[in-house]
């Protein structure tokens, strides 16, 4: 359980620093080829030929950036300069803007789509190094991003985003987000990081245009995706925002609670932060109430009487930061008693003391489920940002 501040400052920053950042630093950098292992298997062992995926290297980006911030390391700046290196001179596509989806550990693309949620985490990330380190390469590559998506993925008839296309941002691709067969043209999953990119970005240029899609993508949170009855996140969609699914994932609803409302504040509209408030503690109780284990893990998804039970690693994260935001909204401690339990849980079931950084994934009695360390996905983000974000909120 947390007890005072500077106990749970140092907390997470031990976890930060300690277990997660150090784990990149020694075992996921490769300083021989100045690059980072693509995949690193359950049993801890390096596969220097697999892929490298756009979402880790912006994540790895954007954690590193955001690190250095809080606790200036040397060590930190070079993962950052790395990461961004590597951006720009292999994921970068030259002719067309934007970021490629996959690329060899040397540079050569094996996917070329363009995903627009890994063009969201481009601008996320390349928006954090710039404000970090005051990198106007950076600057203008997010401003970049931002208009090719705006241009090619924005919807003007019904609003929000699609979900792809192939490198030339006209052709078709397939998406890596949405479910096959159900005439899914959007989802709450690229809506949500579109408008954490778009945030990172406003905190750097401060443009109207920016901001004018922040609103509109909030807008589209509580007429559409929000479901005002239980809620919880409709997750997909199709052209005229009807949802095509019923599953309900509780580790993008508490994470989703606290991203809206921070893009709220960061645009400091107080229309749009009274509105959202109710509707962000509704959202954040709904996912207490209803899919927290007796330990404090919270649970992967549900859909209808069906409950997939297993203890992912990020909700984990997602869940100490949602639950925490929520109570310094309220003062409700039973928020602060979900935060607690959920770090709690964390602690004792999920972080990897004997190799570092954390397990990917949990049966629902706690053992581990054999899971890459790291690969596309298994990222240093989420677990890193919680830790981020309570050394700051605590420190309030």
Not at 11 to 30: A, G, H, P
Not at 44 to 51: F, I, K, S, Y
Not at 108 to 122: D, E, I
Not at 144 to 162: D, S
Request: hydrophobic letters at 40%; a negative charge; glycine letters at 4%.
């Amino acid at each position: 359980m947390m007890t005072t501040d500077n106990e749970t400052i140092k907390q997470f920053s031990n976890e930060l620093t300690d277990n997660i950042l150090n784990y990149w630093i020694r075992k996921v950098y490769d300083p021989q080829r100045q690059t980072f292992f693509g995949l690193i298997d359950a049993n801890e062992n390096a596969h220097p030929d697999a892929p490298q995926g756009v979402v880790m290297m912006t994540r790895i980006l954007w954690t590193f950036s955001a690190a250095y911030k809080e606790l200036p390391n040397a060590v930190y700046q070079k993962m950052a300069d790395e990461a961004f290196r590597i951006l720009t001179h292999h994921f970068w596509d030259d002719e067309n803007g934007g970021v490629f989806w996959e690329v060899t550990p040397d540079g050569k693309p094996t996917n070329t789509s363009k995903q627009f949620y890994a063009q969201a985490f481009a601008i996320y990330a390349f928006a954090e190094y710039s404000r970090i380190f005051n990198n106007k390469e950076a600057r203008q590559l997010a401003v970049t991003l931002f208009h090719l998506l705006e241009k090619h993925a924005f919807l003007p008839k019904n609003g929000g985003y699609l979900e792809a296309s192939a490198a030339n941002w006209k052709d078709p691709a397939p998406d890596f987000i949405t479910p096959a067969g159900k005439d899914v043209r959007k989802s709450m999953n690229t809506h949500l990081h579109v408008l954490e990119a778009y945030t990172n970005l406003y905190r750097i240029c401060h443009q109207e245009d920016v901001r004018e899609k922040i609103v509109h993508v909030l807008d589209l949170f509580t007429k559409y995706i929000i479901n005002p009855e239980n809620h919880h996140f409709h997750m997909f969609f199709d052209m005229e925002w009807n949802a095509k699914t019923t599953a309900i994932s509780y580790g993008h609803d508490i994470e989703g609670s606290w991203l809206l409302w921070e893009a709220a504040e960061v645009i400091h509209d107080e229309k749009i932060m009274a509105e959202l408030r109710p509707l962000v503690i509704k959202m954040a109780e709904a996912v207490g109430r209803k899919a927290l284990d007796p330990k404090g893990g919270l649970y992967n998804e549900s859909d209808g009487n069906h409950w997939d039970k297993d203890f992912h690693w990020w909700p984990q994260a997602e869940a100490v930061v949602g639950f925490y935001n929520a109570w310094q909204l309220t003062g409700d401690v039973r928020f602060k008693t979900w935060s607690d339990q959920a770090w709690s849980f964390i602690r004792q079931y999920v972080v990897d003391s004997k190799n570092g950084e954390w397990f990917g994934l949990l049966n629902p009695d706690y053992t581990v489920q054999p899971m890459a360390k790291v690969s596309p996905w298994k990222c240093p983000y989420h677990n890193g940002r919680m830790c981020l974000e309570m050394m700051r909120r605590t420190e309030l």
